[in-house]
């Protein structure tokens, strides 16, 4: 059983930055496929971002590409996603994810996602 639990999400101006982290426990995110998802008011849940277990391979959706960084620290077995250059459009609950099924490099698919955190929520005003 893994538990996830996000946190640093809060209300920031256009063009602002936030951290947000994501807390495993019951398996060290080194051994998982990791990833972050998100969903604004009234839209479907979109891929943000992934890395792989290695942390060789990262992926990123078109639309935050070259704002946002994922990463991950095995010692504190927490991820991370950096989020700059921020807007309104960025508004959204941001979900992490784990994948401890498929081993595959990493995966924009929410069904290849087996654990899921309770979200936090992010707001970006203009």
């Known amino acids: 059983q893994v538990q996830l639990v996000e946190s640093g999400g809060g209300l920031v101006q256009a063009g602002g930055s936030l951290r947000l982290s994501c807390a495993a426990s019951g398996r060290t995110v080194s051994s998982c496929a990791m990833g972050w998802f998100r969903q604004g008011p009234g839209k479907e849940r979109e891929f943000v971002a992934a890395?792989?277990?290695?942390?060789?391979?990262?992926i990123y959706g078109d639309s935050v590409k070259g704002r946002f960084t994922i990463s991950r620290d095995n010692v504190k077995n927490t991820v991370y996603l950096q989020m700059r250059s921020l807007k309104p459009d960025d508004t959204a609950v941001y979900y992490c994810?784990?994948?401890?099924?498929?081993?595959?490099?990493?995966?924009?698919?929410?069904?290849?996602?087996?654990?899921w955190g309770q979200g936090t929520q992010v707001t970006v005003s203009s």
């Open positions: 994810a784990a994948d401890t099924i498929t081993g595959i490099g990493v995966s924009t698919s929410l069904a290849t996602y087996n654990y």
């Open positions: 890395i792989s277990r290695s942390g060789g391979g990262v």
